[in-house]
């Protein structure tokens, strides 16, 4: 037996999405339209059909069903070749019962589409791509081979050229609804992965906040006791300055603390974690977030400044996770790409925050300009990425989150580039790649001045 990805690459974690019940309760419905289709045909209409044919076709979808339902749980989730076979039969089935009922004359032909849909909603595109071309072979023998059905004792058929076009837009039917579906899941399950990212990607920079401010915590309020030690150890050392197996003992005291106060530095720099440190200057938080990317041989650049009318002070803004992460990723981009500097301009009115993110790269490549944001989007020149950043993959999933998290906080994001994509040498201004704009209404992030804190709250 083939392994099932054999069938196509697919996610583990996505081979068993579709619920035997769901397919379980559509059969049901497909087996009580077929029932109902016949009985008014041939009493209602007076078509002549091979019932027991009709019936014992019907009859296996039936069965199917009950074998399917007495064998499985309710829950059940069907794996990519248990889904496949059941899409098959259900194709199947209901091209042989086509077949007894006047092929292509037949108006109930069109539910052929069906059972390639739900597979280019569910199923890999090369499980797709098979069941859509047996669809079209089974389409194509309904056209040229029926059992007709008898109207008056007579056969009833269709003119060519309509049974050609009836032909002609199943065909058309199922490919441009297999691609359709198959396109708009893709996009629904990347989304779902790149938002599922996103939230996993702001829970661990919460995470990391919360960190720092309990080792921050943990190092003020160890400062007194430590203190304490080393000044009684250091006492003790003088007084045994005279029993040298006790003195060792006194001055190991008093190197063990120093070495817990080092690492208390070295694992905690913000100090207590108060509310104050919920807010920080605008420059401090930028450093903070490309403080990672500034030691990677790029020149970082930070440049902040009043627009006309703002405040000659520099805002203090709230140090969101959110914030944090986004830049920080915005950043890396930028460093990643850039030939030698980054800029980060930071401007402020009375209204509005704007901040701008700019490398001396060659740009965002045009054909995606406009769609950079998207997960899983090549956002870069082909050549220019596997050259200047090898590990690179071009999915654009950081980009993403960057974006979504920014939105999160108020701010609308747009990207560009410096200059012509495609300059020459003497032409290339100094800033010549990529543009990244920020802008928030300044009553979005900034804190205000002169309130109230509240008492400090400890790290849950």
């Known amino acids: 037996m083939k392994s099932a990805d054999s069938l196509g690459d697919f996610h583990p974690e996505r081979s068993n999405w579709l619920r035997l019940q769901t397919?379980?309760?559509?059969?049901?419905?497909?087996?009580?339209?077929?029932?109902?289709?016949?009985?008014v045909a041939t009493r209602g209409y007076g078509i002549t059909l091979p019932l027991g044919l009709c019936y014992l076709v019907v009859g296996a979808a039936v069965i199917a069903n009950l074998v399917l339902v007495s064998i499985y749980p309710a829950n059940k989730r069907l794996n990519v070749i248990e889904a496949f076979v059941a899409l098959?039969?259900?194709?199947?089935?209901?091209?042989?019962?086509?077949?007894?009922?006047?092929?292509?004359?037949?108006?109930?032909?069109?539910?052929?589409?069906?059972?390639?849909?739900?597979?280019?909603s569910t199923l890999p595109l090369r499980a797709t791509v098979f069941l859509g071309g047996l669809a079209v072979a089974f389409v194509t023998i309904l056209a040229l081979f029926s059992i007709p059905m008898q109207l008056g004792g007579a056969a009833f058929q269709v003119p060519a050229i309509f049974g050609f076009g009836f032909w002609l837009s199943l065909v058309i039917g199922i490919v441009f609804l297999g691609i359709y579906s198959h396109r708009v899941a893709s996009e629904k399950r990347s989304m779902s992965d790149a938002l599922l990212a996103t939230q996993m990607a702001l829970a661990r920079e919460q995470k990391l906040t919360d960190l720092g401010g309990?080792?921050?915590?943990?190092?003020?309020?160890?400062?007194?006791?430590?203190?304490?030690?080393k000044m009684v150890s250091a006492e003790m050392m003088d007084d045994l300055a005279s029993q040298p197996s006790l003195f060792d003992d006194a001055r190991l005291i008093?190197?063990?603390?120093?070495?817990?106060?080092?690492?208390?530095?070295?694992?905690?720099?913000?100090?207590?974690?108060?509310?104050?440190?919920?807010?920080?200057?605008?420059?401090?938080?930028l450093r903070e977030a490309a403080e990672p990317h500034l030691d990677r041989g790029k020149t970082v650049i930070f440049?902040?400044?009043?627009?006309?009318?703002?405040?000659?002070?520099?805002?203090?803004?709230?140090?969101?996770?959110e914030m944090i992460h986004g830049l920080r990723n915005?950043?890396?981009?930028?460093?990643?790409?850039?030939?030698?500097?980054?800029?980060?301009?930071?401007?402020?009115?009375?209204?509005?925050?704007?901040?701008?993110?700019?490398?001396?790269?060659?740009?965002?490549?045009?054909?995606?300009?406009?769609r950079i944001g998207d997960p899983f989007l090549r956002a870069r020149r082909e050549d220019s990425t596997q050259r200047d950043r090898p590990e690179y993959e071009g999915m654009g999933l950081g980009l993403f989150i960057a974006k979504t998290l920014l939105?999160?906080?108020?701010?609308?994001?747009?990207?560009?580039?410096?200059?012509?994509?495609?300059?020459?040498t003497g032409e290339r201004p100094v800033r010549s790649g990529a543009i990244v704009e920020l802008v928030w209404p300044l009553a979005r992030v900034v804190a205000q001045r002169g309130q109230a804190l509240g008492e400090n709250q400890p790290n849950a």
């Open 23 to 39: 397919l379980v309760l559509l059969r049901w419905l497909a087996i009580a339209g077929q029932l109902a289709a016949i009985g």
């Open 88 to 120: 098959l039969f259900d194709l199947g089935q209901l091209s042989v019962l086509l077949f007894l009922t006047g092929g292509l004359a037949n108006p109930f032909a069109l539910l052929i589409l069906a059972p390639v849909t739900v597979s280019a």
């Open 214 to 229: 309990v080792v921050a915590a943990a190092a003020h309020e160890l400062g007194t006791p430590l203190a304490t030690i």
């Open 254 to 285: 008093h190197e063990q603390a120093d070495r817990c106060r080092d690492i208390l530095r070295s694992m905690g720099k913000a100090g207590k974690d108060d509310l104050h440190l919920r807010q920080a200057p605008l420059s401090a938080v």
């Open 303 to 321: 440049s902040p400044a009043p627009a006309a009318g703002g405040a000659l002070i520099e805002p203090e803004i709230l140090r969101r996770p």
């Open 330 to 370: 915005l950043v890396q981009n930028a460093v990643d790409f850039a030939r030698s500097q980054v800029w980060v301009d930071s401007s402020w009115s009375q209204n509005t925050l704007t901040l701008r993110i700019i490398d001396d790269g060659n740009g965002f490549s045009p054909q995606v300009l406009g």
């Open 407 to 424: 939105e999160r906080t108020g701010a609308e994001l747009s990207f560009a580039n410096a200059s012509n994509p495609f300059p020459t």
